[in-house]
């Protein structure tokens, strides 16, 4: 990481030690149950990608002519969707007038061609909406299941060559019941400005979520070792020596991000063994 970014993250770290999320108007949310086990960080290129975080099995199952849901996209539309429901307290969600409006929510640009942010989004929006989640659980003895439908229902009319271009009909979407009692009765608070400082990166944002979440309940230090924390944030990676050396490094790298803005993170010791956490405070100081 170097000298330009560092810098701007710090600079990201002294305006959100300032002031609190929610009285800046960053207090965002996040799925536990993708935060516990999350989507791919790059295009798996197949229509079921499965995550373990100890006897918790997360799959993904998605339509074979569209997709999986993977990289930094879906995790803001994540984000975005469980805060709104957690705000309107409704299974139905208003995306908004038009597409530009609804990106510069994301913190997006509505930037067009093949590689732009407009294609891009409306790809994973695709991915994400038509995905199935999968979560079986099992301690060797007890086994359970649970099917959870992110969006029931989507209907999405912006004209993309015209992002500020209003539409005759409301573009909304209808979260599955199960998805939407998970992240009514237990969301996990964030910080939208730490989110934006982070959405370079993935596994950055997954990182923040799960330590943002883990450190909060921990009673004593806790060891995770390496190969659970690849489990977990790196199934991309091969189990082998060099694709762990590869793991390792960016997820260090990514570490380092975070406990620049999040302070209790940095408390964190790292070892060859693993990741040594100690118990702090969410990032989300206070929630009234």
Known sequence: MNSVNINKLINEALIIDAEEAEAAGALCYMARILVQATMPHSNPKTC???????NLRLTISGDPNIGLP????????LSWLVTEAVRTKKLELNLGANLSQFMSELGLLPTGGRWGNITRLRDQMKRLFSALIT????DGQNWGVRNVMVIEKAEVWWEPSNPKQGSLWQSTVTLGHEFFHEIIDRPIPIDMRAIN???ASAMALDLYCWLTYRLSYLKKPTEIPWPLLQNQFGAEYQPTK????KFKTKLLTQLHKI???YEDAAKIEVSQAGLLL??????IKKIT
Do not use: D, E
């Not at 079921?48 to 100890?54: K, S, Y």
């Open 48 to 54: 079921v990608f499965a995550r373990t975080n100890g």
């Open 70 to 77: 993977y990289g930094v996209y879906p995790r803001l539309l």
């Open 197 to 199: 400082a982070l959405k």
């Open 278 to 283: 100690v118990p702090g405070n969410s990032h």
């Open 135 to 138: 979560c079986t659980y099992s």
């Open 242 to 245: 060099q694709g762990r050396h």
């Open 259 to 261: 406990q620049l803005i």
